[in-house]
């Protein structure tokens, strides 16, 4: 994947707040993953709309973080949840 | 030693035993329950409320057939007001494009569509239903019209296993997102057929590669879940990620397992919805501690480096072949029970003819 993917939830995965365990949970086919603040950050922007450039650019003026530190670790997370199958990505 | 208990991920929810097929590696017990013992719709709502409340976040509607439940579409719409993400698996077997817009309302979430075979001579044949496989793929075309999420569960063995990478392109075929390529594990009425469904070496090792090759090439389309026939392991499968850890299973008289086949096990006690609630019996109950935690593995296990990886492996195994469910799984290499497994393998596994099934009827 690359920064200009626009990733999305597809149907049949969604973010759930825990309220047995206090925390953020993403639910999909035969996958549960407990998401950090950050996993839920990403998540939240995952619309369908913004590219992962836009999602990073985004997380860097909110978390005051330097860009090109946040951008490779954000790909590598939402590739890693496409792999699993909990996001998909728009054709290009 | 005290043991910390977490809450409970999953529940598998044996709405009913009925099946309109006969497949001879089902994993349900010989004896199965009958329609008056099934658990009202009111009962199972009621479960799904304390699931939800206990901690339980994914709920798979099983069966036998949870497609002859007449309630289904009530216990969906049940399952996800109680905030559970809900899972069908069927055969497709009773579903009809009316019902299934009827679960796409009710807020299904995904569906485990099983597959006996890729062609109609071999599906039929195996799930002793002829014309089950021309309902199956009109009933996977109507999931796929309406976007559900789709699993193809491929029951994989002896008969069918060469038909591997026939059976992966029947999953991009039919639009399905992942892949469970089960090989049969041997539980219930499987053991029955275990001599007919254990596959060869050779048909393990080529499958092995087969699923290697296409996690490859297919990633990022089709997820693949592989679960191996165990009995050619050298380590034992996490039964249940550790018993009384992670999931629990309730049969159709809502009788609460720690597993599937854990009423195989002559000693334990079960308690039942019906009699104590869902939250007593997870933290409480005497089947759901007996095989808790490591402490009561033996010393084996105890100095095994593999000890909190799979928890002496599958109780019920060590049941089945043994007949000691204390003893670490017989697969596992460094156990004594292995030699016993080994003969099972040598004796069973002949290149000659399979015996024929005997099937559920």
Not at chain 2, 46 to 64: M, N, P, W
Not at chain 2, 77 to 98: C, D, K, Q
Not at chain 2, 125 to 151: C, Q, W
């Amino acid at each position: 994947m690359t920064g200009a993917d626009v990733p999305f939830l597809p149907r049949g995965v969604r973010t759930q707040f825990d309220a047995v365990r206090k925390v953020d949970v993403l639910l999909g086919p035969e996958r549960v993953l407990v998401l950090d603040q950050v996993g839920t950050a990403v998540l939240g922007r995952l619309d369908g709309v913004a590219s992962l450039d836009q999602i990073s650019a985004d997380l860097s003026s909110v978390y005051d973080a330097p860009v090109d530190v946040i951008a490779p670790d954000v790909i590598a997370f939402v590739e890693d949840l496409r792999d699993k199958g909990m996001v998909h990505v728009h054709p290009r | 030693m005290s043991i910390r208990v977490d809450p409970p991920m999953a529940m598998l929810a044996e709405l009913t035993h009925r099946c309109p097929l006969a497949c001879p590696y089902c994993s349900n017990p010989t004896e199965l329950l009958a329609k008056e013992t099934e658990l009202s719709t009111e009962a199972w709502a009621d479960t799904f409320k304390q699931a939800a409340k206990l901690g339980v976040l994914q709920l798979h509607l099983s069966g036998g057939e949870p497609a002859s439940r007449r309630d289904l579409v009530e216990l969906v719409a049940a399952a996800r007001e109680a905030g559970l993400y809900t899972n069908l698996i069927t055969s497709g077997i009773g579903l009809t494009e009316r019902r299934l817009h009827a679960l796409d309302e009710a807020g299904l979430d995904h569906v485990q569509l099983s597959l006996q075979g890729v062609t109609a001579a071999m599906a039929d044949r195996i799930g002793g239903y002829k014309g089950g496989f021309d309902r199956k793929m009109h009933v996977a075309e109507i999931i796929s019209n309406i976007g559900f999420p789709l699993t193809l569960n491929a029951v994989m063995h002896r008969e069918n296993l060469d038909d591997l990478p026939a059976t992966i392109d029947m999953a991009l075929r039919l639009g399905a997102r992942r892949i469970e390529i089960a090989c049969v594990q041997f539980q219930g009425w499987a053991l029955v057929n275990r001599a007919a469904l254990q596959p060869s070496r050779a048909q393990v090792d080529a499958a092995k590669k087969t699923v290697a090759r296409a996690v490859e090439a297919l990633r990022g389309r089709l997820v693949i879940d592989f679960v191996p026939p165990d009995y050619y392991s050298d380590f034992p499968k996490a039964c249940m990620n550790g018993w009384g850890s992670t999931g629990l299973n309730v049969t159709p008289n809502g009788t609460v397992l720690p597993c599937h086949a854990a009423e195989t096990i002559p000693h334990l006690q079960f308690d039942t919805v019906t009699e104590r609630k869902l939250y007593d019996i997870w933290y409480d109950g005497a089947a759901f501690n007996a095989y808790r935690g490591t402490d009561w593995l033996p010393e084996l296990c105890q100095g095994c480096e593999r000890r909190d990886i799979d928890f002496g492996g599958c109780r019920c195994q060590a049941m089945a072949v043994l007949g000691d469910a204390s003893a670490p799984d017989p697969v596992c290499r460094k156990s004594p029970g292995r030699k016993a497994l080994n003969a099972l393998l040598a004796e069973e596994v002949q290149e000659v003819e399979a015996p024929e099934f005997v099937f559920r009827r």
